[in-house]
């Protein structure tokens, strides 16, 4: 196996000795996403477009947790209920970009594309998530790339919008996958960089490329989370990163596999197999998520801290295990994790491209 200096220097040679056939060595086909569902076969639930948040440009935001807790685990509440404070016009625009772009693909309904290609091109139009930013607001603009492009994807063979808009959009999109690039370029070594966050990042870029037909933006993401898979995810199923966070270790875990998931089902989609990268030890880190719910004592073991209960989180952090049981039936079922798919409900995830359910075929 190459060095790990070597796969930083040559990302498309390694890939192609861990297994993987490199983006650049294969047919110039368009890139293709990680939902296996075909569209357009349901009722659209939507019946109006909704009021849309104006166009929110500048991400200087607050800090969430107690400053003097190291892991980041405690959160400050004066603090957060500042940071809520501030995102909420992002989050509002998520959930409801999220709510159409899912109705368009569900039904084909005209109303439904009308409606979220004015909203994507009222927000490039602005300069959205472009203007200055610390880090708070960094995480923020790559969190919502994830969103930006899951949900243009979806809007792919609307008829409705002439070249012009598309054009908008496009080099709206591209405009935050290159800032998002620049600022882990500019710091590579941050934690944030390489953990959660990161993945985050990764798939950001790799679905802004799938969505605009950009390679070398897909071509980053995958790069990144082939890293990850070499470099970051431990024999034992464990991420490094993740184990810092106290008692929050088991949940930071399992947000950070939703985005590894999902550039790693969008690369084999595309012919290349980080599944074969990340190798048993990428189904360890899935199986220490899942059996964390119902028997949480691994993370606590590891990190000698007892854990805030996996089961608690908010359900719509779970789909990706539609995506694994899909993926990998004979683990899932192994563990169960077929029968926990089949009766999760399904909330939307924006950052993930809004219902799973809808996106990836049932089991």
């Avoid at 034992?236 to 875990?253: F, M, Q, S, V, W």
Wanted: positive net charge; glycine residues 8%.
């Amino acid at each position: 196996m190459a060095s790990k200096s070597a796969f930083l220097k040559h990302s498309a040679l390694s890939l192609a000795l861990l297994g993987a056939t490199p983006v650049a060595a294969q047919t110039a086909r368009p890139l293709v996403a990680p939902y296996s569902a075909a569209a357009g076969y349901g009722t659209s639930p939507l019946r109006a477009c909704p009021a849309f948040p104006a166009p929110v440009r500048d991400l200087n935001l607050g800090y969430t947790y107690d400053r003097a807790d190291e892991t980041r685990s405690t959160y400050d509440p004066v603090a957060r209920a500042a940071y809520e404070a501030q995102v909420k016009p992002l989050r509002d625009f998520e959930a409801q970009i999220s709510a159409v772009a899912n109705a368009y693909y569900q039904s084909r309904q005209a109303d439904a594309g009308h409606c979220a290609m004015a909203q994507f091109a009222a927000w490039a139009r602005a300069g959205a998530l472009m203007g200055p930013a610390n880090r708070s607001g960094e995480f923020q603009r790559q969190w919502l790339l994830g969103t930006l492009a899951s949900h243009y994807w979806q809007l792919r063979d609307f008829r409705g919008a002439d070249s012009a808009t598309r054009r908008l959009i496009d080099d709206w999109i591209n405009g935050i996958a290159t800032a998002v690039i620049v600022q882990h370029k500019t710091n590579p070594q941050l934690g944030s960089n390489n953990n959660n966050l990161g993945y985050s990042a990764a798939w950001g870029v790799a679905m802004a490329g799938v969505a605009t037909g950009r390679r070398d933006l897909y071509q980053w993401g995958v790069d990144k989370i082939a890293r990850a898979l070499q470099s970051d995810l431990q024999p034992d199923g464990t991420l490094p990163e993740e184990l810092k966070r106290g008692k929050k270790a088991a949940e930071y875990h399992n947000f950070a596999m939703a985005p590894l998931m999902l550039v790693m089902e969008t690369a084999a989609m595309n012919g290349t197999d980080l599944y074969a990268v990340g190798g048993e030890k990428f189904h360890r880190l899935a199986a220490n998520i899942f059996r964390e719910i119902a028997a949480p004592r691994f993370f606590a073991e590891k990190t000698r801290v007892p854990q805030d209960p996996l089961a608690q989180v908010w359900k719509g952090h779970f789909a990706w295990m539609r995506i694994y049981a899909r993926r990998f039936p004979a683990q899932a079922r192994a563990m169960g994790m077929d029968q926990f798919v089949r009766t999760l409900p399904d909330v939307p995830n924006p950052r993930m491209g809004g219902r799973m359910g809808l996106l990836i075929s049932p089991l």
